[in-house]
């Protein structure tokens, strides 16, 4: 079960997620520090592809297992040549000695190459002062008209610090190329494929401060 609460913060208005946890009934009082509730808030959107919290959209999953995310307006648009990139800032909060381990990010959109012309998306993300991940990304030259994704597994999922809240930073770019004049068609990528809910997919686990998480095969 998860409620979604509005809440404003020094960045401006952010959605702040509540996610049920597993545990028995709580008391009053209680609700947010149950022993496996994640709380995450959407804090900043910036960049040429979001520029500010209403260009991206953040759910928390029902099964507390993670978030997706949107983009409405995220897209780069050739010719000659478009470079659109996103960052977002999360607040992620845990109970007092646990941590949250990323274990899978997936991406999808759509894509309309011309012939000549080529698109490409890259992300990478971090929690604030540890290790940058980078996602494999995608990377497609035209002709082509149809909807791509791909995903990064973590074996060793990306541990946050042993805090109760930690900041999860993700940044996204898109680029278009082609080459005028003999490449006047327009060429395109997005995040979003249209009639789904979402372009980034993320999924975590959460495991107690000092033990040791285990490995995915």
Not at 32 to 58: F, I, N, Q, Y
Not at 91 to 114: F, H, L, S
Request: overall charge positive; proline content about 7%; aromatic content about 8%.
């Amino acid at each position: 079960m998860s409620r979604t609460t509005i809440a404003r913060t020094a960045g401006g208005l952010a959605a702040a997620l509540l996610v049920g946890g597993l545990s028995g009934p709580a008391t009053a009082g209680s609700a947010d520090r149950r022993p496996h509730t994640v709380h995450v808030a959407l804090v900043s959107a910036a960049g040429s592809g979001c520029p500010d919290t209403s260009a991206a959209e953040v759910v928390a999953h029902d099964d507390g297992n993670g978030f997706h995310a949107r983009y409405p307006r995220f897209q780069a648009v050739a010719p000659p040549f478009s470079n659109r990139f996103c960052l977002v800032v999360l607040k992620v909060t845990v109970p007092q000695g646990y941590r949250v381990g990323i274990r899978r990010v997936a991406y999808r959109g759509a894509a309309r190459v011309a012939h000549g012309a080529r698109v490409s998306f890259d992300a990478k993300y971090a929690w604030a002062g540890g290790e940058t991940m980078h996602h494999p990304g995608y990377r497609q030259s035209g002709p082509f008209r149809g909807n791509w994704n791909q995903e990064h597994r973590l074996d060793d999922a990306h541990w946050s610090a042993c805090t109760p809240e930690s900041q999860f930073q993700v940044t996204q770019t898109l680029r278009a190329h082609s080459n005028p004049p003999a490449n006047t068609a327009d060429s395109r990528v997005s995040l979003e494929t249209p009639g789904e809910d979402w372009a980034l997919y993320c999924e975590w686990e959460m495991a107690p401060c000092g033990g040791t998480a285990p490995r995915r095969a």
